[in-house]
């Protein structure tokens, strides 16, 4: 639901880092946003091309998003399974409902590409 | 930092900043919760959806919290200063802080209020979100404690389907225990949901209508706060 604002945060920071950095065209930027985080990917997609000019050096960037699912931990039996997105998480192995679920909450900036200033 | 040299005339750098989508809201909770330590102000984070009874629980915790801790209390909302008008006259200094329409408490907008206070002599500071079950659970204050309610009207499934906010949450408040035989509520599959969500928060039960088992929880924080 704050996929905008958290979005123009990303631009943000990478406008400052940018200019640290003596780039001055953004052409790529890589988020890595967990599952159980209540980012939505498409939200973020939408926003990104909202702001599409602002700032004028990443007009051009690509966005590219990895999504990244939790481990589930049976905390009865110590079994380790893949999560699942429609929320039924008891242990395939004892049938435990008390789990632990490792991972999944990721939301950062991994990196972004950009070409350098006076660089022709 | 990797240099990838694309075609003869431009250079691409690759930059690995790994820096949170948060990290606004981060930076802002990292200063709350030093000045916070600095005036030994304990914090909680109180959420649940509108209505399940946030308010009405802390009307009646203030008698069993205000004897033993100095109590200071943020209450958020999109509008209105109803909520902070409910709690007054309790000895409990009441700010409200109005979104305008932002569905979640940040940790700038708490940076903000704190001013508001007189810190040094506050032990314990509850922070009333916006009742949402969605985004709050994603911005912290700096806060010490996160706590959850959830009300027996609201049902089972809140749990299942808000996993965030009770994964997140340090004590779960089920309310309106009263009501328990009008509708389809089980404390059975509310504390298997709660595990099974991976969550390992002390559940209290009460009715804050009457005031019935807020004490418990009560008890339970001023023991946090006191550490």
Known sequence: MHETSLMYDVLRTIEISASDNDIDEVTEIKLVIGNISTILPDALRFAFDSFKGHPPLAADARLVLEERLPEVECRTCGEKYPFSPLGDYTCPRCGGYDVQLNGGEELYIEYYKGREQNDC | ?227
């Not at chain 2, 506050?122 to 916006?130: A, C, F, G, Q, W």
């Not at chain 2, 009300?151 to 009501?179: C, H, Q, W």
């Open chain 2, 1 to 227: 930092m990797n240099t990838i040299k694309a075609g003869s005339r431009m250079t691409v750098k690759r930059i690995d900043i790994n820096t949170s989508v948060l990290a606004n809201n981060e930076t802002w909770a990292k200063k709350n919760a030093r000045r916070l330590e600095d005036n030994g102000v304990y914090a909680v984070n109180l959420m649940s959806s509108p209505g399940s009874g946030k308010t009405t629980i802390l009307q009646h915790s203030f008698q069993y919290l205000v004897p033993a801790l100095n109590v200071g209390v943020i209450v958020g909302d999109i509008a209105t200063t109803e909520d902070a008008e409910r709690m007054q006259g309790k000895g409990v200094p009441v700010v409200q802080i109005n979104t305008h329409g932002a569905c979640h408490l940040d940790a700038r907008m708490i940076s903000g209020v704190l001013d508001a206070f007189d810190l040094e002599n506050i032990d314990l500071l509850i922070i009333e979100n916006v009742g949402n079950l969605v985004c709050p659970a994603d911005f912290v204050f700096g806060e010490h404690l996160r706590a959850a309610v959830l009300s027996t009207t609201e049902g089972n499934d809140k749990v299942r389907k808000y996993p965030d906010m009770f994964r997140k949450a340090d004590a779960v408040l089920i309310n309106k225990m009263d009501l328990l035989p009008y509708v389809d509520f089980d404390m059975e599959t509310l504390r298997r949901d709660v595990k099974g969500v991976g969550s390992r928060a002390e559940i209290f039960e009460m009715a804050a209508r009457n005031g019935e088992g807020v004490e418990s929880w009560c008890r339970w924080l001023i023991e946090k706060v006191r550490g």
